[in-house]
């Protein structure tokens, strides 16, 4: 999203990797980190993290993104206006969410599963004032 205009574009997984990283690097600078993880479930995978922003890859595509809290935060959202620190009761007046009841990481939600637009994150708590910490889309590479 440019912020001067508020003009977005689409970077839609099975991207190219290098396509992926200069679009991002054009909004938020030169990247902090690049690391992989061999053990992942869904395979090996690629990282490059921006502050709080994480892309993944596998076989050089784009595949998913994770969103954190984080010392060097970009302030980036859904295009539904959800980000970190957004509250859960803000996050229930845009999107329809889940609560996934078994999750070991935390209050976890669902917006869609794997539809388009679809995302997933944490909350802080199961209380109604809970927090967005996390947020995550794609194929990611979380341990539960």
Known sequence: MNAETGS??????????SRTEDAIAAQLGKPDERSSNEEC???PMDFT?????GVNFQDDRFVGWF???GDKRFALTTMSGIGIGTTRSEMAESVVFDIYEESTIGTEFNTGGDEPGGFSGLFDSNAPDAVVTDLWA????IFR
């Open 138 to 141: 794609g194929t990611n590479c």
């Open 41 to 43: 479930g869904a395979g």
């Open 49 to 53: 993290n921006y502050g709080n922003l």
């Open 67 to 69: 969103l954190r809290e």
């Open 8 to 17: 977005t574009s689409l970077l839609a997984f099975g991207a190219e990797r």
